[in-house]
C-alpha cells in the first residue's frame, strides 16, 4: 500500500490518457505539490478511504482537465 506520493512521482506518464485516475483504500497520508505532473488529461481521481490530513498548496496542479476529485473518508482538517 502507498503511505506518501513524492512530487513529480508521475511526471514520466507524459502520454498517459487514461480519463480516470484511482488511489483509493491505500495509506496515502500526504501528497507533496507538483506530484500530479504527467496527468494532465485525467478527468476524474479517487483518493477516498486513505488517511490524507493535510492538502497542501499545487498538491493538484497539473490536472488541468479535472472535473471530478473524490476525497471522501479521509481525515482532512487543514487545506492550505
Given at each position: ?74 481525515f482532512i482538517s487543514i487545506i492550505e
Amino acid at each position: 500500500q502507498i503511505e506518501t506520493i513524492d512530487a513529480k512521482s508521475f511526471s514520466h506518464f507524459k502520454s498517459y490518457d487514461s480519463k480516470r485516475f484511482d488511489l483509493d483504500f491505500q495509506l496515502i497520508g500526504q501528497i507533496k505539490p507538483d506530484t500530479f505532473q504527467g496527468l494532465g488529461l485525467v478527468k476524474y481521481m479517487s483518493l477516498r478511504n486513505n488517511k490524507l490530513m493535510i492538502l497542501r498548496n499545487r498538491s493538484f496542479s497539473f490536472l488541468n482537465n479535472l472535473i471530478n476529485l473524490n476525497l471522501i473518508k479521509n481525515f482532512i482538517s487543514i487545506i492550505e
